[in-house]
């Protein structure tokens, strides 16, 4: 079977050894993508846009594997503070409500940057119907 990982450009891909994403055969995983901003920009505040940043990493990695929100099986989001829930949630649900995947929400102790509030993990599968 095919195995092909894509990069999203982030030094801690290479410095870490891993692929924002690997497709294998009609399955698509996505590494746990942090809020990283773009080249120049600042950390979003706030759970609800550092989670959607999160999502719109994520699905360009899938974007160039072949899949789409609509192919989401599965999501995993960590929280560094239960109150985000809902603002997460919320972002979430903007996200990937059209495939209605299994969730998961977890708190953790920490991320790796301080600034992060957020992370997600995300599996897609890319046969037949979509998810949704």
């Given at each position: 079977m095919t195995r092909r990982g894509v990069s999203s450009g982030s030094p801690?891909?290479?410095r870490y050894g891993f692929s924002r994403a690997v497709r294998v055969g009609d399955r698509v995983i996505v590494a746990g993508t942090a809020p990283v901003p773009p080249?120049?920009?600042?950390?979003?505040?706030g759970a609800y846009?550092?989670?959607l940043r999160c999502?719109?990493?994520?699905?360009?990695a899938m974007a160039?594997?072949?899949?789409?929100?609509?192919?989401?099986?599965?999501?995993?989001?960590?929280l560094v503070d239960a109150a985000d829930a809902d603002e997460a949630g919320r972002a979430h649900a903007e996200l990937f409500a059209a495939a209605s995947p299994a969730a998961t929400m977890v708190v953790v102790a920490a991320l790796l940057d301080p600034a992060w509030l957020v992370e997600l993990e995300v599996e897609a599968v890319v046969t037949g119907e979509p998810a949704g």
């Open positions: 801690f891909e290479a080249a120049g920009a600042e950390v979003a505040l846009r550092q989670l999502g719109e990493i994520a699905l360009a160039q594997l072949g899949a789409t929100a609509e192919h989401v099986v599965r999501t995993r989001m960590f």
